[in-house]
């Protein structure tokens, strides 16, 4: 005898749950945590507020959902730029990428985590730590993927891979920020090709004191 018991047929939920995300990132994107009020969300998102913490949590849980299908989605480049066989093809991917996030084509400009990390007060604190800690994680892959550059030879043995990461990590979030302000997706690329014109950079493991 089967003793599975099959999951309650309730209600359909009447709303297409990955349009609603895909909207709430937006949302997000474009105001910031702080500045995505609810009645902005769930106007974006098409559904009530009740629907939203039925299927998505609080305002918190929404963002970091919407954070995850950023990560998974715009923003993965950071996660693809690692798989590349040298390191100056990481650079071109992660940087070429952050240029191609900051300018899609419908959606805000910029990068969501810079928007979104724009919180006063001690209620933001949390929403600060978890996008901290998710550039961290990034700046994490390519310090190991640089190591291994190093360990391989295909960057000079001085080369500092922490340091070349938050090198790549500080362009991408120049890039981002240009792009909030207004600038082209062209000038933006010129600018990535004149950073990988002088790849890899002078950046040596500072002496031990």
Known sequence: MDTQRSAPVG????????EALENAMRVFWQNGYEGASLP????????????MYAAFGNKEELFR??????ADGPASYG???VAERTARGVAAVFLRGAVRSSTLPGYPTGCLSLRASVIGGEGGQTIRDL???????????LSE??????????LAAGTSPDLLARYLMTIGNGVAI?????AE????????????QSWPPDLSRPDEP
């Open 11 to 18: 209600r359909p939920r009447g709303f297409d749950a990955d």
């Open 40 to 51: 902005d969300l769930t106007e974006a998102m098409g559904i009530s507020r009740t629907s």
């Open 65 to 70: 959902k919407a954070l995850a299908r950023y």
């Open 79 to 81: 996660a693809d730029s």
């Open 131 to 141: 996008l901290a800690e998710w550039r961290d994680e990034t700046s994490t892959l």
């Open 145 to 154: 993927r640089f190591r291994r550059a190093v360990d391989e030879g295909d």
């Open 178 to 182: 240009q792009a909030a302000g207004g």
């Open 185 to 196: 997706r062209a000038d933006l690329e010129r600018i990535v090709d004149a950073v990988l």
